[in-house]
Structures are given as C-alpha cells and as structure tokens.
C-alpha cells in the first residue's frame, strides 16, 4: 500500500516536471514569435519612413520648374540603392512623334521599397501599387476645339505644356546602416512651339498603374505602347481636341557627391 502511495506521489511529479516543460517550450516559441512578429514590424515601419524622407528629399533637390542655374539638396536614407535609369518622354501629334526628350529617371529602392523622380513626377511604392505623390509639370486648358469632360469652350482652341525635365548624369549610389547624399543641378529652360494639334503625351515608365490613373484624372484617354521595343512600356495619353502645344524642356545637369 505504501509502495503504491509512493509510486502515484513520484508519478504525479514526473507529470509535473514534463508538464511544466512543455509550458516553458510553449512560452518560448510564443516569445520568439512575437519578437519576431514586433521585428517585422518595426522594420517595415523603418522602410516606409525611408521611402516618405527620399520622396520628401526628392519633392526639395530636384526643382526644374521653379530653379534656373545651379540648384543643390540632399537625400538620406538608412538602407537602399540610388540609380539613374534611361527613360524618355515623347510628345505625339496626329502625324507621330514631334518631340522625344530623355529624361530619365532618379530611382531609390529598398527590398519592395520605392520612390522615383521621373519627368518631374515624384511616384512612389512598387511598381504594382505606386502612386503619384508629386504630379508632372503637364498643364492642359479646358478649350481643345471639340469640347472636353470638363465642359470648356467647345469652339476654343485649348493649350497643352508639357515640361520634360531632363536628367544628365549618372548615379549609382548605395548604402546601408544611414547614407546621405547631396544632388547639384545646374538648370536651364528651353521652350518650342508645336503648334496647332491632337496631342498625346507618352511617359516611358515602370509604374504604368500610377501614371494611368494619374492620366485619366486629366481627362485624357489612357494607352500603353513600347516604343523602342526595349520591353519598358509607355503610358501613352490623349488629350481631346485641338490644342496649342509647347514643350518645355528643363535641362537639369546631375552631380552626386557622397556625405
């Protein structure tokens, strides 16, 4: 009897000392989850406050529109790459092309991370859910000589600008645990009259979701075409009706210094 007593007592603490362990490895991997978890969060936390600053420090560097002659800002960022990659900006008539401008694009990216500087156009996110945070300097009057959504003059002539500005340089700039770099432009204007037309603008582009919609806001009607068969895709939009077209280029000469 008391061999049994003794028995039961002992097995009862074995249950114990193996329960409590499994609780213990229980809690664990609970924590190393949640730490885990709370990581992931604060990094990706960290990734959209990087992107928010280069997209704040691109909207203060680069200002085509507004500077002339030598222009200078900085970017900074905690982890990324920063690059210029070829794009360009075609203005379309009802005969063609009348006007090609590469213009480039200054890109920062991190993991999903990224903002770009593209035809003055600040767009930001990845390239299947990017918005236009800073629009392009693309100005279009309500008159175009057939009437528009927006309920212009219908026998007026409208008038369609298009600034192009044009980056010339070269980036390649990379860095991790904080980078800064400072961006000199030297700017200059350049304006030619196209005359009377149908217009369309076509943005060479790797967020074509982004600049559709962006388009489309404008009244304009919205196709994709790969002009120089580079497998890039252009966001081609038509402005309804007759319209006096400018284009304006903004010549923005690129130096990047590191620190």
Known sequence: ????????????AQSNV?????????VVVALGSLTAGIGSVVEENAAAADSARVA??????LEPVEATGVHRGRVSFTDGELRTVERDLRVLNESGVVGTVRTDALVFTAGDRRVAFLAGAIVRGPPDNAVVRTPPPITVSRGGGGG???????????VLVVGAPALNGSVAVSGSGGASVSLRTTVSHERTNLGNGTYRVAVETATPSAWRRYFERQNATVTARDFDGDGVESVVAAYPGER???????RM???????
Do not use: C, K, Q, W
């Open 253 to 259: 000469g690129l130096e990047v210094r590191n620190g």
């Open 244 to 250: 006096v077209g400018y284009l304006v280029v903004h």
């Open 1 to 12: 009897m008391t061999r049994n007593t003794s028995r039961s007592r002992a097995d009862r």
């Open 56 to 61: 704040a420090d691109f909207d203060a560097a």
């Open 18 to 26: 193996v329960g409590v362990a499994i609780l213990l490895g229980v």
């Open 148 to 158: 528009d959504r927006e309920g212009g003059d219908p026998d007026s002539t409208g």
